[in-house]
């Protein structure tokens, strides 16, 4: 390792979903060699979720040391971080870019600067990060390098002379980056014999060891058999292990200013480690926290539930530790009458939700439930009182509500001009306000729409992609609340109502959601001995039912000839013993029916 701080170098790989950030970065790992002596080499090395490499998309930020030497001589050491690209997960773009002085900005030549690129870009400027254009995929025959060159002065205003030429997938062009790297980004500036601060950017937990915590040292020296102090949670600790990462963690025995690594220190205590605090010496340490990362605010509600009721603790355990690993999970107890104890959590989106329950069930081995998805809506009183509601359970009673307001998003998408008309008729669709169109060039358009975000929750990003063909990318922000006519909706399942299937939606769209839930939930819902109502309520009014026919037994099939009174008797009789069996029957709904409800229109027709 590098004794001297200016041959280290900081930097990440930042750009929109599927530009090949992942794929660059195995081929800085192959370019270092530390990875050849492990097996065969597979692609997404720094994917270590089985979820990312069956998504093929990279869902947590991974750091990585890579030594090289360059062309005069000496031998650098470069702390990459590997970034996600969707837009639910830029919290973790935002916490990576924290530890860095440099980012890499990729653009994919055939597909060009989109949505998310700029948002990255904008982000990575926040920081002050010194930005290298990166032109990738340039060994594709749909390559237009002109074209992105141009977009690079034109849409990003960076200086497209610095714009490096590669492809990721064959390694061409990457000497030639890590130059870059070397030549353009600066070296990390402290002093090794100031009080330690070094910001947390991530932590995840072993079993065997505890927590193990993600850092980058801003001032100050870490060393093993330290004493060091959270700030945040005032918690002391002995320094058991320091060391850097590579394919796995290596173990140098100390860390200075500048250097991007892990700590463990025998922490078994979840609640004390927190990701944007700093840690510093217990003796002597430094007087102000680092300022760590803004309070990340959760934009989709949903309530998690155990499949079996005696998973209860083992649900809490799992949800404490995947909070370690994700900062941007956001949960307090919940309880319901059909589905008992549970979680009431906050996500960035609908992928980020997916990826929890996924997360969960493969991980810690959960059977769980989630509970349709919701926004923040604020719900102003007659009495003059405001609630902030999330969970369609608080709705107060609609004659003490005077107005609701619900969360607006600009929705930024970035398309070629082919699929325009389409787009404008989707977002329309979703109640969307064109607020401007833009140019870009002749080939693509920028549409900025002003939208509600409930309406983005469930499938406007496939029905985007299958529009679009895949080429139209899309970028959101939240924005403000305004007025809406909000209702809430019941599920009744045989006139009972099923407070997990309860939704907070737009008037207007009632009859069509309510038609869309029934029609599920009578395909997933077993036929039983006696007929099955499906419907949706609107306080007393019925929206939309739905009938699950019963199992017939043909009663009538060993009574031939005679009078027909004796196979109407039979009949008459076997219609009393359904009546009965409706009334003590208990309708059980399978898990997957919850699911089907969170499906799009698309998946599900």
């Keep these: ?43 997404q090395m720094l994917d270590n979720m089985d979820i990312e490499r069956e998504r093929g998309i990279t869902i947590k930020s991974q750091a990585v040391t890579i030594p090289y030497t360059a062309k005069d001589g000496k031998t650098y050491e470069l702390n990459l971080v590997d970034t996600p690209g969707h837009v639910d997960f830029s919290y ?76 990721a997938k064959t390694g061409l062009g990457v000497p030639k980056l890590f130059e870059a790297i070397v030549e353009y980004i600066e070296p990390p500036t ?10 947390i950017f991530d932590s995840h937990y072993d079993p065997y060891r505890g927590v193990v915590v993600h850092f ?40 200075r200013y500048g250097d991007v690594g892990y700590c463990i220190a025998g922490m078994k205590t979840i609640s004390d480690i927190r990701v944007g605090d700093t840690i510093t010496t217990a003796v002597k340490g430094a007087k102000i926290p680092l300022p760590g990362f803004k309070d990340v605010k959760p934009v989709v509600f949903s309530s998690i539930y155990p499949v079996d009721t005696n998973d209860y603790e083992e649900l809490v355990s799992a949800i404490e530790r995947l909070k370690l690993n994700d900062a941007s999970l956001i949960y307090e107890k919940d309880s319901s009458a059909a589905l008992g104890f549970g979680f009431r959590c906050g996500f960035l989106g609908m992928l980020h939700l997916e990826v929890v329950q996924e997360r969960i069930e493969r991980e810690f081995g959960l059977s769980i439930v989630f509970t349709s998805p919701s926004v923040k809506y604020i719900v102003h009183l007659k009495n003059g ?24 998003i600009k929705a930024n998408v970035i398309t070629p001009t082919t699929y325009v008309g389409p787009i404008i008729n989707l977002c329309m669709e979703k109640r969307g306000y064109q607020t401007a169109m833009n140019y870009l060039d002749e080939k693509r358009v920028e549409l900025v729409y002003d939208m509600p975000l409930a309406e983005v929750l469930f499938d406007f990003y496939d029905r985007l992609k299958s ?41 207007g769209n009632s009859q069509v959601r309510g038609r869309q839930v029934c029609s599920r939930l009578s395909s997933e819902i077993p036929r039983q001995q006696f007929k099955i109502a499906i419907q949706a309520a609107i306080g007393g009014s019925i929206v939309s039912r739905e009938t699950i026919s019963a199992f017939r037994k043909d009663v009538t099939a060993k009574c031939y000839g005679g009078d027909i009174s004796r196979k109407r008797k039979l009949l008459e009789k076997q219609k009393e013993g359904k009546k009965r069996m409706k009334m003590v029957g208990n309708v059980e709904i399978p898990q997957s029916a919850f699911l089907a409800v969170l499906k799009s229109d698309e998946a599900s027709s």
Excluded: W
């Design 1 to 43: 390792m590098p004794t001297d701080s200016t041959l280290t170098r900081n930097f990440c790989i930042i750009a929109h979903i599927d530009h090949g950030k992942s794929t660059l970065a195995d081929r800085f790992i192959e370019t270092a060699k530390f990875g050849v002596s492990r097996g065969p080499a597979q692609a």
């Design 385 to 408: 009182e405001v609630e902030y509601i999330d969970n369609p359970l608080e709705y107060p009673d609609p004659m003490q509500v005077d107005y609701a307001e619900e969360p607006y």
């Design 467 to 507: 529009i679009s063909r895949g080429y139209a990318s899309f970028d959101y922000e939240v924005q403000e609340y305004k007025r809406t006519d909000l209702v809430r909706m019941d599920i009744l399942v045989n006139g009972e109502a099923v407070d997990a299937l309860s939704q907070l939606v737009f008037r």
């Design 92 to 167: 973790e773009v935002s916490r990576a870019i924290s530890a860095c002085e440099g980012a890499l900005l990729l653009i994919d030549a055939s597909q060009g600067v989109e949505a998310q690129t700029i948002a990255n870009l904008y982000m990575a400027v926040e920081h002050n990060l010194t930005v290298i254009p990166v032109i990738n995929k340039i060994d594709l025959a749909s390559a237009d390098i002109e074209a992105c060159l141009h977009q690079i002065d034109h849409d990003l205003g960076l200086d497209s002379d610095m714009a490096v030429q590669v492809s």
């Design 190 to 199: 402290g002093r090794e014999d100031a009080p330690l601060q070094a910001l």
């Design 216 to 255: 980058r040292i801003f001032e100050g020296m870490m060393k093993e058999g330290q004493e060091i102090r959270f700030m945040h949670s005032e918690s002391n600790y002995k320094v058991e292990e320091v060391g850097i990462f590579q394919l796995g963690l290596v173990r140098t025995g100390s860390l």
